[in-house]
């Protein structure tokens, strides 16, 4: 039973989810003795950049100096290289007109993109951004990242897929609980140390998940950021994490949002 992100997050970390989700109260679970402790983190900004306010970001990711972002909506779906402190497109491909496009990943040298319900995964020259080739997937395209071995794909549920990189063939699935329950919308996605950090949709948080077990062991509280950059559109939320791990890094930004931040998370009191 999967049941909405907010209550799983309000239940486990008493947390009300949103300003832009209601925010039931959920009744208290019976049995919850083995529900693992949630950490809740708040972050602290520690550098501002610019970011293309028409960007509606769905895919986030560091690589040797430079930012990798796809983009969403039909026309308007691309592949671009940027940079970091001017939040400028240094490089740029377009999906065709009629898909909508969603995650990103880095596999060797090339870039790995989803769709939304386009049914098709894109490959792209990381140098140039040159397509490559595009190959059939059956499921929603949500948020796209890698472990080293797999491809890990969300679709907009509580399961997470690990997929071979080469075939696309789901080599094993996880699913995403938070204080025992299942927690849906997880979209962008980003590995981060070991685990899986995701952004629920809709939402200002991001999910820390052990990728073995699918259980969330923080919860990093992003509100204020999301808050920050609010917009009459209400698709304008957070969406975007990328970990630069030589320099230890966290960035986020959302969709339309006119700023990426760096952040550093701080576990609260
Ligand atoms: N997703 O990225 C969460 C998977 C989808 C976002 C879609 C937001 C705009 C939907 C507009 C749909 C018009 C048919
Ligand atoms: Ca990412």
Do not use: C
Request: proline letters at 6%; glycine letters at 8%.
């Amino acid at each position: 039973l999967a049941i909405g992100a907010g209550l799983a997050l309000s239940a486990a970390t008493g947390l009300s989810p949103s300003a832009q989700v209601a925010a039931p109260v959920a009744a208290p679970v019976v049995g919850q003795d083995a529900a693992p402790a949630v950490v809740v983190a708040d972050p602290v900004i520690v550098a501002t950049y610019p970011h293309d306010s028409a960007a509606f970001t769905q895919g986030l990711l560091w690589h040797d100096g430079a930012l990798y972002e796809s983009t969403g909506r039909e026309g308007q779906s691309q592949i671009r290289r940027l940079t970091l402190t001017s939040g400028l497109v240094e490089a740029s491909a377009a999906l065709p007109a009629e898909q909508f496009g969603e995650g990103l990943a880095l596999w060797g040298d090339t870039l790995v993109s989803l769709t939304w319900t386009d049914k098709v995964v894109h490959r792209w020259d990381l140098a140039t951004l040159a397509p490559i080739d595009t190959r059939a997937f059956p499921f929603e395209g949500w948020g796209l990242t890698e472990d080293g071995t797999h491809l890990i794909a969300s679709d907009g549920s509580s399961t997470l897929r690990f997929l071979d990189p080469e075939t696309l063939e789901v080599a094993r699935e996880v699913v995403v609980t938070l204080g025992g329950r299942e927690v849906d919308q997880l979209n962008e996605l980003e590995f981060i140390d070991g685990q899986i950090v995701a952004n629920v949709w809709h939402t200002g948080f991001l999910l820390f998940i052990d990728p073995a077990s699918g259980v969330v062991r923080q919860v990093a509280d992003l509100r204020p950021l999301a808050e920050a950059n609010r917009m009459a559109d209400p698709d304008a939320v957070l969406n975007g994490i990328a970990w630069d791990a030589d320099g230890q890094r966290l960035f986020v930004t959302g969709k339309l949002w006119p700023r990426l931040y760096e952040i550093r998370l701080e576990p609260r009191e």
